[in-house]
């Protein structure tokens, strides 16, 4: 009779065992959503009618200097897995948009770092709002509870599963 408590959950204290290819199944579907062309999908889905520099291929520059702050171009490559000379092309649109700009580091003079301004700011918070549309939009036909569940287990996952990078 204990053993059948435990294999319920009954006692929370006893760790839950895992569930056999559950790795396998959450691997498969990270894999999918990390595909480049599916990103290049939702990036082109995000960016559509922002203006001409703003593309799938401007997004992660965005979006990642929304995350980071100004950020030197190597910096930034490194964050998004691009080399210098990319991110600097990059930026060079973005900043002729007028939707970032360069500045000396304070920290090193010779340096200089990429920072967005208002309107890339404004640029970044719709292309956050349509991306929380088109989630909601997804989950929409999923039963509330299961929804709010899969969110707070995608959060704890996100801060407690192998992707998390100190």
């Not at 897995?81 to 000396?104: K, Y």
Request: charged residues 25%; positive net charge.
């Amino acid at each position: 009779m204990r053993r059948a408590r435990y294999d319920r959950g009954v006692n929370s204290s006893a760790s839950p065992a895992p569930v056999p290819g559950l790795g396998d199944t959450v691997a498969d579907a990270l894999a999918t959503l990390l595909r480049r062309p599916a990103r290049a999908a939702l990036h082109r889905r995000l960016t559509e009618g922002l203006g001409e520099a703003v593309d799938e291929v401007t997004y992660p520059v965005l979006s990642a200097l929304a995350r980071t702050g100004a950020r030197s171009a190597a910096d930034l490559a490194t964050e998004i897995g691009l080399d210098r000379s990319g991110v600097s092309r990059r930026a060079t649109r973005l900043q002729a948009a007028g939707l970032l700009h360069r500045e000396t580091d304070p920290r090193d003079q010779r340096a200089t770092l990429l920072a967005l301004t208002p309107a890339g700011e404004q640029t970044v918070a719709e292309m956050r709002r349509r991306l929380a549309a088109a989630i909601e939009e997804a989950l929409a036909p999923w039963p509330a509870g299961e929804a709010e569940a899969f969110a707070r287990g995608l959060q704890r996952f996100t801060e407690h599963g192998p992707f998390n990078i100190p």
